[in-house]
């Protein structure tokens, strides 16, 4: 386990920020798992979902930049999640999957080439034994304006997207699974992430000058 517990540049759980925030928001719990999901909903809710940021450096992740930016994208706000767990003592991870979104936003859906997404991370703490799945990525407000089933976290069972709106309509569809990390890949999500942005994004999301294809 030492190896989900321990900070890293990214991953930056030995942060003051990080490290206060994350005193803050599980002050007065005991049960781990009450820790655990006391952390999830700060970063599902108080990290408002933007996928439009740059994700070619090792600062567009940095847990710290994200808690103080109050935005951020799937693995954003996965990098932070996993931070603040490590900070007090919780083991987590990365776990990347290619999925397809049925219901991308008109925005989102100019950049790419098609409505798979394929660098979606989400968390993995261990807790009670076994490693548990945790995805942050949509706040309450993203969820009400989209129709979006809101993804709950009880500690005990995964909580994914759903595969369907409230409404009915058909939403996420998992792919394919790419594995866990106990860091964030940048050079393997920049490979992932090319293949299926259009030309004139690949500046915007992978950086000027950008050559991966």
């Given at each position: 386990?030492?190896?989900y517990?321990k900070?890293?540049?990214?991953?930056?759980?030995?942060?003051?920020?990080?490290k206060?925030?994350a005193?803050?928001?599980?002050?007065?719990?005991?049960?781990?798992?009450?820790?655990?999901?006391?952390l999830f909903y700060?970063v599902?809710?108080?990290?408002?979902?933007?996928?439009?940021?740059?994700?070619?450096?090792?600062?567009?992740f940095?847990?710290?930049?994200?808690?103080?930016?109050?935005?951020g994208?799937?693995?954003?706000?996965?990098?932070?999640?996993?931070?603040?767990?490590r900070?007090?003592?919780?083991?987590?991870?990365f776990?990347f999957v290619?999925?397809?979104?049925?219901?991308?936003?008109?925005?989102?859906?100019?950049?790419?080439?098609s409505?798979?997404?394929?660098?979606?991370?989400?968390?993995?703490f261990?807790l009670?034994?076994?490693?548990?799945?945790?995805t942050?990525t949509?706040?309450?407000?993203?969820?009400?304006?989209?129709?979006?089933?809101?993804v709950?976290?009880d500690?005990?069972?995964?909580a994914?997207?759903?595969?369907?709106?409230?409404?009915?309509?058909?939403?996420?569809?998992?792919?394919?699974?790419?594995?866990?990390?106990a860091?964030v890949p940048?050079?393997?999500i920049q490979?992932?992430?090319?293949?299926?942005?259009?030309?004139e994004?690949?500046k915007?999301?992978?950086?000027?000058?950008?050559?991966k294809?």
């Amino acid at each position: 386990m030492e190896e989900y517990l321990k900070p890293t540049s990214i991953v930056n759980s030995d942060n003051p920020t990080i490290k206060n925030k994350a005193q803050e928001v599980t002050k007065g719990q005991k049960e781990v798992i009450e820790k655990a999901r006391s952390l999830f909903y700060f970063v599902r809710d108080n990290i408002k979902y933007n996928p439009y940021l740059p994700r070619h450096l090792p600062k567009h992740f940095r847990a710290s930049n994200t808690l103080a930016r109050g935005e951020g994208f799937c693995i954003q706000k996965a990098a932070l999640l996993i931070a603040l767990s490590r900070a007090v003592g919780i083991p987590a991870r990365f776990h990347f999957v290619i999925l397809r979104n049925h219901l991308l936003p008109e925005k989102l859906a100019e950049l790419l080439v098609s409505n798979v997404i394929p660098d979606h991370g989400f968390v993995e703490f261990h807790l009670d034994g076994k490693w548990v799945g945790a995805t942050p990525t949509f706040d309450l407000e993203v969820c009400q304006k989209y129709w979006i089933i809101p993804v709950e976290f009880d500690g005990k069972n995964d909580a994914k997207f759903h595969s369907h709106t409230q409404d009915g309509k058909l939403h996420i569809e998992y792919i394919l699974d790419r594995g866990t990390y106990a860091d964030v890949p940048i050079e393997e999500i920049q490979e992932w992430v090319a293949s299926e942005l259009k030309p004139e994004a690949k500046k915007l999301i992978l950086g000027k000058g950008s050559q991966k294809r």
